[in-house]
């Protein structure tokens, strides 16, 4: 596979059919000082920077004075997650923890990288990427480039071949179909989605349950929550038959447990319920779910891209973290 090429000072130089000399000096900001350019030069050097796509190389320059290389870490997310409540703050650590150990500095990054200020990734040797939000025509140049980039989490994007880390899903998912299995009677169990986008995460766990249950000759019923994230009238009729429910996501839980809370009934003995992520925000501790590992998978994706840099062969390497079931209250067997 062709690699990614850094538009270098020689590239400008040939483009502009100038010096290399007088190119470095303005692209240097030492145009004036040891050497001096004329404006219709620089002009023209400027120019044709600006239409080849040069960046100034800051890893090169770091490695040239014996530091660290460099790795970007980018978000399409508007806030960039340094707060312990956003969800991507465990990835974050995970990235930032490993880029030190193995010697790589980070740029941060957040928004999209559209073609007027892509140039900014690649200041860095590679990236990982995090959030389900994406600019997947800023994606498909940075990947028809050979630009080195790593996924947190299962990313496709139509015509170029992704490089990702995610969560064993199916793994753990089958262990919690197993579990409930035994609670449900009635051979039949309620799913709960969200209205989000449709997304690689929430594919990949609706799938996931959808074969567990088919293994175990469960039903399973897919019902979506409205936009305030409350089920109707008919979704809750529908739990209420079957007894077992499951969600694939957090915030849809405080909703359900006020609607169970007005219907006089008691989640652990009336109804039994999961849910498809992880307690990452510490206030869910009573509802069975899996563990929270998002660290590992920050930690995952920079070893992933590390191997890239190096040029190591991928075939062996791990691209799955695993997950761990944590059964609580919300699906504890009755006595």
Known sequence: ???????????????AKVSYASVSAVLNGKDGKSIRVAQKTKELILECAA????????????????????????????IFPVESENEYYRFFVGIQETAEKLGYDILILN???TEENSSRIVLADGAVMMGVNRDDKGIERLVKANYPLVFVGRREVSDVS????????????????DHLNDLCSARTLVY???QEQEREPRKDKRRFLLEAAQSLGLEVLIVQA???NMLSLEAFGLIEQCKVVVFDRLFLLEPFE???ERKGLKLGSD??????????????EHWTRWSNQRLELGSLAVEYLSHLLQKETLEQLETLTPLYLVISESSAFPK
């Open 258 to 260: 006020r609607l169970l």
């Open 162 to 177: 992704t490089h990702w880390v995610t969560f064993d899903y199916q793994k753990v998912i089958a262990q919690m179909v």
């Open 111 to 113: 928004n999209r990288p």
């Open 51 to 78: 239409r080849l796509g040069y960046v100034p190389n800051m890893a090169a320059r770091k490695l040239k004075n014996g530091t660290n290389s460099l790795i970007a870490v980018f978000t399409y997310e508007q």
């Open 1 to 15: 596979m062709k690699e990614f090429k850094r538009v270098t000072l020689q590239d400008v130089a040939k483009e």
């Open 226 to 228: 409205d936009e305030r």
């Open 192 to 194: 709960v989605e969200s």
């Open 271 to 284: 109804i039994w319920g999961a849910v498809l992520e992880d307690d990452w925000m510490g206030s869910h």
